[in-house]
């Protein structure tokens, strides 16, 4: 038995390893050769050595785009779980919480390009949001797409985006906590948040670190939204606005500057060992032992 399995090992292995070489290994090992070079996709590759990265650390663009993916991973990532948190000890005490559920789920299946148009019409100064508290008697309403305040409408947005998605999958944990947890916690006296610190919480903590893992690897990707969110002020978006997503297509794609495949390599590797970086030690700190539901 076990040698028959040992030759249908390779067999079965082979097409997914090429799949994996060809469309992960390759680009990855592709993008570090070129992060070593200028190009600019025509002309040929100039070897360059570090001097991408050592540019990079020196540019005041890419440092902006760094801040930015920071402050949507960890203040966009703060709201989205008190949100779905919540959320969830709501939509437990329901009936009717599969309706709910959908409702909530909703903005996971629409493109971020979407929620960017329909943002910038409700919030430009003559648009719905506007009107309405002009005609409440605003004199002054507030200027959302100023340049000033881009960013904080992109974190909100995307944490009005992804609640649902996280809400969805911190509510499949808690759903598998059997009630007489919550029931002797109740005759112990516990309150609602004693409830949720000591009961919810804990047996729902693998969830809880998965979401976290989910979030912080999906922040890198932050791209659609600011494009065309931070673009409604007129043409591409301020540089206030940029995260690290957006500084690589604009290093490698852009028309208004010159294209350079190197420096936006050597940006997408900045970026992905910073991430996995951060992703390690987040799992570690998180990691606790497993507690049996019985």
């Known amino acids: 038995m076990e040698r028959s399995q040992r030759r249908t090992f390779w067999p079965f292995l082979t097409p997914a390893l090429i799949v994996f070489v060809l469309f992960f290994l390759a680009p990855i090992v592709f993008s570090i050769w070129l992060s070593l070079q200028r190009w600019d996709g025509v ?6 050595g570090l001097s991408n990265y050592a540019n990079l650390l020196d540019d005041p663009l890419f440092l902006t785009s760094m801040k930015n993916t920071g402050l949507i991973l960890t203040v966009g990532g703060a709201l989205i779980f008190v949100i779905s948190f919540g959320v969830t000890v709501l939509l437990r005490e329901m009936t009717d919480r599969k309706i709910v559920r959908y409702v909530l789920f909703f903005p996971v299946l629409v493109n971020p390009l979407i929620f960017g148009v329909m943002t910038g019409l409700l ?9 309405l508290l002009s005609n ?15 960013m904080t409408m992109i974190i909100a947005v995307t ?7 996280y809400t969805t999958i911190l509510m499949s944990g808690v759903e598998q906590i059997p009630q007489t947890y919550y029931e002797a916690a ?4 516990a309150s609602a948040w004693g409830r949720f610190r000591h009961v919810t919480l ?9 979401c976290a893992l989910l979030w912080t690897i999906s922040t890198v990707k932050v791209f659609e939204l600011v494009l065309v969110f931070g673009g409604s002020t007129g043409g591409a978006p301020p540089n206030t606005t940029y995260t690290t997503a957006l500084y690589v297509y604009e290093s490698a794609f ?20 910073l991430i996995a970086t951060l992703a390690v030690l987040l799992r570690r700190m998180m990691r606790r032992d497993s507690i049996q539901l019985s």
Request: proline share 7%.
């Open 43 to 48: 002309s040929d590759a100039e070897p360059r």
């Open 123 to 131: 919030f430009r100064p003559t648009g719905i949001v506007n009107t």
């Open 136 to 150: 409440a008697g605003v004199d002054d309403p507030p200027k959302w797409l100023a340049e000033q305040n881009l």
């Open 159 to 165: 944490v009005w985006a992804g609640t649902g998605y």
């Open 186 to 189: 109740e005759l112990d006296g």
């Open 202 to 210: 804990p047996l729902s903590w693998d969830v809880v670190s998965v």
């Open 254 to 273: 852009s028309a208004r500057t010159s294209r350079d495949f190197g420096v936006s390599s050597a940006a997408a590797l900045i970026s992905l060992v």
